[in-house]
Each structure stands twice: as C-alpha cells, then as structure tokens.
C-alpha cells in the first residue's frame, strides 16, 4: 500500500476510536445521571413520607391537647402545627 492510503486508514482508524470513546464516555455520564437522579427521587420521597407522617403526629398532638376551647378550627390548628413541624423538619436536612 502506498504511504498516503496508510495514513488516510490511519486517521480513519483514529476517528473511529474517537468516537468510539467518546460515546463509551457518555454512556458512563449517562449510567451516572440515572444512578444520581434515582438516589435523589428516593431522597425526596423519604422526605415526603416523613413530612406526611409529621403531619399526621401533629394533627394528632393538635386534636390531643387542644379540647375545643379555642375559637379557631381544630383543622387550623393542625395545618398550622404541621407547618411548624415542616419547618424545624426542613432546617435539620
């Protein structure tokens, strides 16, 4: 083979394993970004469960201590528990 048609093979050769490389080097930053977005959708959904469950201890804790002697709306009350709760809840994560 001549020198030229050895160096064009060559250089095609090169950009194949470019290519091949790079898209080898995707396919990882892709398995990552789906490893890290499952970890997060995970992290979130704990994270609702728990301020749920909060909610439901507050509504409790606020029908258990308030006996209706307060002119505001048992409903109320626990709305505004569990946005306290919420609060201190979202200030330790």
């Not at 909060?54 to 709306?73: E, F, M, V």
Request: charged fraction near 35%.
């Amino acid at each position: 083979m001549s020198k030229e048609l050895k160096a064009m093979m060559l250089a095609k050769h090169i950009k194949w394993c470019r290519f091949v490389s790079g898209a080898r080097k995707e396919l990882r930053i892709l398995e990552k970004y789906i490893e890290q977005s499952k970890k997060v959708k995970q992290r979130m959904n704990k994270c609702i469960s728990d301020y749920e469950f909060s909610c439901q201890l507050c509504k409790i804790g606020a029908l258990n201590r308030h006996d209706g002697t307060y002119t505001t709306d048992k409903k109320e009350i626990a709305e505004q528990q569990c946005e306290v709760s919420f609060k201190k809840f979202s200030s330790k994560s």
